[in-house]
């Protein structure tokens, strides 16, 4: 069974990424800060051995082939629209290149558990769930995984707000299809998201050691 990894993901410039990060550290820092995460998830994407990943990109034409290169990685660019129609239009992609379930993450969640990915691919192949979220704290979802792409997910949803997850099951379940919640997770939008990360690897490396 062919499956599919998309990621969301933007040119990390100063300015263009991580805004509300970056009020309280500056842009440059925000976009640094930007790009570990980045890294961190594609890391964690490669160990998906079975897993086709893409990185979908915001970024200017040009620079496609230059993020491409840099990050080692297949390359798309985002369609123009709303994040229900770039999301959709990437999943489109996928499942016509012949994924037969795809899932999508941001690139945000640098420290996202790799079993919740790999437990939302054994939900959809063992048909379990039609379509699977990973709820975040702020009321989004870090993950959505599809059997196939059904529109009415995409559309109608408040986007950027805490009625994300909440939209989007409600349509989901409106289509009687099998929806299953992963466990929460968050990803890093604020400062306060930032030092909940560096508590939570703190805590990691302190179980380590003991």
Not at 50 to 61: Q, R
Not at 63 to 86: M, V, W
Request: charged share 25%; proline share 4%.
């Amino acid at each position: 069974m062919k499956k599919g990894l998309i990621v969301f993901a933007r040119e990390p410039l100063p300015g263009a990424v991580k805004t509300r990060l970056a009020a309280a550290v500056g842009d440059q820092t925000a976009a640094e800060l930007y790009e570990l995460m980045l890294r961190d998830v594609l890391k964690t994407g490669r160990q998906l051995s079975d897993v086709d990943t893409v990185v979908f990109w915001d970024c200017e034409e040009k620079s496609l082939p230059l993020l491409a290169k840099r990050y080692r990685c297949d390359s798309c660019r985002q369609i123009s629209g709303n994040l229900g129609q770039r999301m959709q239009a990437a999943f489109e992609e996928m499942f016509a290149g012949g994924c037969e379930i795809c899932c999508i993450i941001g690139s945000d969640a640098p420290d996202l558990p790799l079993t919740y990915i790999r437990d939302a691919y054994q939900l959809l192949a063992t048909l379990q769930a039609d379509v699977v979220f990973g709820p975040s704290l702020d009321g989004g979802y870090y993950l959505l995984g599809l059997r196939q792409v059904w529109p009415q997910v995409f559309v109608n949803i408040s986007w950027s707000t805490a009625d994300v997850l909440e939209q989007s099951l409600a349509a989901a379940q409106g289509l009687g299809l099998e929806t299953t919640l992963l466990p929460e997770w968050q990803d890093i939008d604020t400062i306060e998201d930032l030092h909940a990360f560096q508590e939570r690897n703190r805590l990691m490396v302190s179980e380590e050691n003991r």
